[in-house]
């Protein structure tokens, strides 16, 4: 897979995982790209059926790390692997998610980490996936990331009452839910 020459921490069961959900018609979000590991493997989904991939991302220093990218180096990167990037939101989530108005058959979500965000994520953008698509989070159950799980966990608590997502699997960090009405 060509996503795993670019530099990032998803491993290759997760991308294999993603890989397989992001083969889909549609309109596909990615929120978090970094170096574009996630981003190549969508690209590779996408293409499957010819969904249209947009990647938002501010391209901040990754909190605790020196990581840091650009709009120019996650461009190299998928070109170096020979993979088109995609359409490029180079702004916040929350700013995007107002400007962005089409029906979304998947978001990958793996933006910021910190309970706040990740939760005006799961607000502005589950309300966007249309019926039978597909909501996926990355870092779920971190030990270090603690974020993401209580927001997952409260979203999940709250739409499990409703019956309009049912978890449809999860490899190592990477944990994706189907809306069924």
């Given at each position: 897979m060509k996503a795993m020459q670019i530099?990032?921490?998803?491993?290759?069961?997760?991308?294999?995982?993603?890989?397989?959900l992001a083969s889909r018609k549609g309109n596909l979000v990615e929120i978090g790209a970094l170096f574009g590991r996630s981003t190549a493997v969508l690209v590779e989904g996408a293409s499957v059926y010819g969904a249209h991939l947009t990647t938002i991302d501010p391209f901040y220093k990754t909190p605790n790390t020196n990581l840091r990218s650009s709009p120019e180096v996650w461009q190299a990167n998928l070109i170096n692997v020979g993979l088109e990037p995609p359409e490029l939101l180079h702004m916040e989530s929350h700013e995007a998610s107002k400007v962005y108005d089409k029906e979304i058959s998947l978001v990958f979500i793996d933006g910021g980490h910190n309970y706040e965000t990740v939760k005006q994520d799961i607000e502005d953008w589950t309300p966007k996936v249309k019926e039978t698509g597909i909501v996926v989070f990355h870092d779920m159950y971190l030990p270090h990331v603690i974020g993401v799980t209580k927001a997952?966990?409260?979203?999940w608590l709250e739409m499990f009452e409703s019956?309009?997502?049912?978890i449809i699997g999860m490899v190592h960090y990477t944990i994706a839910f189907r809306k069924i009405k």
């Open positions: 530099p990032g921490q998803f491993n290759e069961e997760e991308a294999e995982f993603l890989l397989k997952v966990n409260e979203w019956r309009m997502w049912r």
